[in-house]
């Protein structure tokens, strides 16, 4: 969640991206929406994102385009949709530590923290078709292993 909202600052904001990225860390990282301390918070893996996102939006950009449906355009979506896109198109790009199926879970299910209407479906069907541009051979695998 938080990743996704420091991407989100970066899009209305002019802002250092690594300034940024250690606000996030000393002020709300570790901390959920109340102010309340979390657990843990992996604070290389939210660089990651943040920063990742960022300097590679221009190729996430067209990755999720290519994954919308021929009506929208990246433009045309919300920033905040944007920016959970994008935080998400480069989990499945860059962090193949991450399993695509808990990515796309992930990001759904944040989806609906920020949206009542279509958008969770649209985050759903974007990432499918991202993860399987991305992440084909992972999915064409866990498809076999169900299979048996």
Do not use: C, W
């Not at 909202?5 to 970066?10: D, F, K, N, P, S």
């Not at 385009?65 to 433009?75: K, N, P, Q």
């Not at 958008?119 to 399987?132: F, I, Q, T, Y």
Request: proline letters at 2%.
């Amino acid at each position: 969640m938080h990743a996704v909202q420091a991407v989100y600052q970066l899009e209305i904001n002019e802002t250092r991206v690594d300034d940024l990225i250690a606000e996030f860390q000393a002020h709300r990282l570790g901390h959920d929406l109340d102010g309340e301390p979390l657990v843990s918070a992996d604070r290389d893996f939210f660089a990651d994102l943040v920063g990742g996102s960022f300097r590679r939006r221009k190729e996430l950009d067209e990755l999720i385009e290519s994954g919308l449906s021929l009506d929208y355009a990246m433009d045309r979506l919300e920033t905040l949709l944007r920016a959970l896109l994008r935080v998400a198109g480069y989990e499945l790009l860059a962090r193949i530590d991450v399993p695509a199926r808990v990515v796309i879970d992930e990001y759904v299910d944040l989806s609906h923290d920020f949206f009542n209407g279509a958008e969770p479906s649209l985050v759903n069907a974007v990432l499918d078709r991202v993860a399987r541009k991305v992440r084909a051979s992972e999915l064409e695998q866990k498809g076999k292993k169900q299979d048996r």
